[in-house]
C-alpha cells in the first residue's frame, strides 16, 4: 500500500532564508504531484515530477525527485510573505495519494 | 478553458440528514474523482469514475455514501445519513487521461459542516 509522509507539517519560515520540505513515499511510483492550497481555497498544481533525477522551479521554489531514495523535496529560496500557504505532495499508484501537507507561515 | 465547477460552495446540515453536492468536469475529461479532505489533512480519494463507469470506490463508505456519473459528465456525491465525521471539503477533479499518472485539475471545493 502506497504511503506518502511528508515532513515538517509546520514550518515558521523568516523572509529572506532558504527552506526545505521532505516528501517520502513508501512503494514505487514514478509520478510524483506538488500541489499549493491556500486557506478556503483548491488545490493549484505546482509541479509534475516524471522521472528520477527529475528538477523543476518555479520562481522560489525548486522541486526535485529521487525515485531510488523515495523522496521528494521541495526547496524555498528566500522565503517571502507570497508563500504563505500549505503545500501537499502525492505520489501516483492505482490512486494519488496525498500526504497530510506542511503549512508554510512566513514573518519578516 | 473553464475549471472543474462544485455546487455548492458550503453545506451546513444536521446528523441524521442527507446532502448532496454537483460537479462539472472539465470538458472532455475521461476520469472525475471524488475526493474527502478532512482539516489538517490531504486529499483521500473516495471514488474514481472513467466516463461513466467506476474505477475506483474502495475507500467510499457504501452504507452512507453514493455517487452517480451520468451520461459520462456531470456527477454527484450523496451523503445519507450524515454523520458528525463526514465534516469536510469534498473536492471534485477530473483528468484528461484514465490512469492515476494523468494531471487531475480540482475544482474549488464544497465544504460540508455536520451539526
Known amino acids: 500500500e502506497l504511503k506518502v509522509e511528508q515532513n515538517p507539517l509546520f514550518l515558521s519560515m523568516q523572509e529572506g532564508k532558504n527552506y526545505t520540505i521532505y516528501c517520502n513515499y513508501s512503494?514505487?511510483?514514478?509520478?510524483l504531484y506538488w500541489y499549493r492550497q491556500d486557506p478556503g481555497k483548491s488545490l493549484e498544481s505546482l509541479f509534475v515530477l516524471l522521472s528520477n533525477g527529475a528538477v523543476k522551479q518555479e520562481g522560489r521554489l525548486m522541486a526535485s525527485l529521487d525515485t531510488k531514495a523515495r523522496l521528494s523535496t521541495l526547496h524555498i529560496t528566500a522565503a517571502v510573505h507570497d508563500l504563505s500557504a500549505t503545500y501537499f505532495c502525492a505520489a501516483a499508484g492505482t490512486a494519488l495519494i496525498f500526504g497530510k501537507g506542511t503549512t508554510l507561515s512566513v514573518s519578516s | 478553458e473553464a475549471g472543474v465547477a462544485q455546487s455548492p460552495r458550503y453545506k451546513i446540515i444536521e446528523k441524521r440528514q442527507s446532502v448532496a453536492f454537483w460537479c462539472n468536469p472539465i470538458?472532455?475529461?475521461?476520469?472525475l474523482y471524488w475526493y474527502q479532505q478532512i482539516l489538517g489533512q490531504g486529499p483521500k480519494l473516495l471514488i474514481q469514475f472513467q466516463n461513466n463507469g467506476v474505477v475506483d470506490d474502495s475507500q467510499l463508505p457504501k452504507d452512507r455514501f453514493s455517487a452517480e456519473r451520468l451520461k459520462g459528465v456531470d456527477s454527484t456525491l450523496k451523503i445519507q445519513p450524515a454523520k458528525l465525521e463526514d465534516s469536510a471539503v469534498y473536492l471534485c477533479a477530473s483528468s484528461p487521461g484514465t490512469s492515476s499518472y494523468n494531471e487531475q485539475f480540482f475544482g474549488p471545493g464544497t465544504r460540508l459542516t455536520v451539526l
Open positions: 470538458s472532455g475529461h475521461a476520469t
Open positions: 512503494t514505487t511510483s514514478d509520478r
